[in-house]
């Protein structure tokens, strides 16, 4: 077997394992399949290879449904990642990415010690039209620097205790907010340039199949059991951003 095929194949095992943690529980494809891909493909390639499976990924979970009741203040949070993530995409390559990485683990780890410790209070679902414009706007600027966000967003909307399947369908579709503009942003710099784009397309064969298979364990995990396997996704994703940003 060719280098080439072997990388191939790592990349797609990486990308079926990660989009099947997200299918379960709403995020981790990027989180877990850039700091893997980009040993194999590289980080300047990693990055706009797996927002475009990202973006499918998000549609195939959007379209289960689950709003609840927080639609209507939900779009203040969705407002303000676009502007967020359109920022921090065009800032890429300029921002220190070391540095933005750690700064979003060490918040992060933060909020999930604090949960661990029965610390953290309920954010009232009638202040997302206060915090969520600024909590968009952090995570938005550091998904489209870095492709991660997940962290942030994670921690804010269980901060809100929102039901399983509202948890899901709201962290999936501000994901979807961010990798509409990362793609868009990504295709003006020209970051889509033969092979680039040829291997963000194979890579959604093995997504779909990981989503789909993610999407099937989400509807057998228990809420409790669910809540401890967002913690933790949280908690190794943060100290992976620490220990990046600290090489």
């Given at each position: 077997?060719?280098d080439?095929a ?19 529980i ?13 040993v ?5 390639v ?57 700064f ?13 410790q ?5 954010v009232?679902?009638?202040s997302?039209r ?5 909590f ?6 550091m ?19 929102l ?14 907010v ?5 793609v868009a ?21 093995p ?41």
């Amino acid at each position: 077997m060719s280098d080439h095929a072997v990388r191939l194949l790592s990349a797609s095992i990486v990308v079926c394992a990660a989009s099947m943690v997200k299918g379960a529980i709403g995020f981790g494809f990027p989180l877990l399949a850039i700091p893997l891909l980009s040993v194999i493909l590289g980080p300047k390639v990693a990055i706009p290879v797996v927002a475009i499976p990202t973006l499918l990924s998000n549609f195939l979970v959007i379209r289960r449904g689950g709003a609840g009741q927080a639609a209507g203040a939900m779009w203040t949070l969705l407002a303000g990642i676009a502007v967020g993530t359109l920022a921090g995409a065009l800032l890429l390559g300029a921002v220190n990415t070391r540095l933005a990485a750690g700064f979003v683990g060490v918040v992060a780890l933060l909020y999930v010690v604090a949960t661990a410790q029965g610390l953290t209070v309920k954010v009232p679902a009638n202040s997302i039209r206060r915090t969520g414009p600024a909590f968009g706007l952090v995570a938005g600027l550091m998904g489209g620097a870095t492709g991660i966000s997940s962290p942030l967003l994670a921690s804010y909307l269980h901060m809100l205790r929102l039901e399983k399947r509202e948890f899901v369908f709201w962290i999936t579709m501000t994901f979807f907010v961010v990798n509409m503009v990362q793609v868009a942003v990504y295709s003006g710099l020209g970051l889509y340039q033969g092979p680039v784009l040829t291997t963000a397309l194979l890579a959604c064969v093995p997504m779909v199949i990981g989503t789909l298979g993610g999407l099937a364990l989400q509807d057998r995990l228990e809420p409790k059991l669910f809540e401890r396997i967002v913690l933790t996704v949280v908690f190794i994703a943060s100290a992976n951003l620490i220990a990046r940003s600290l090489r």
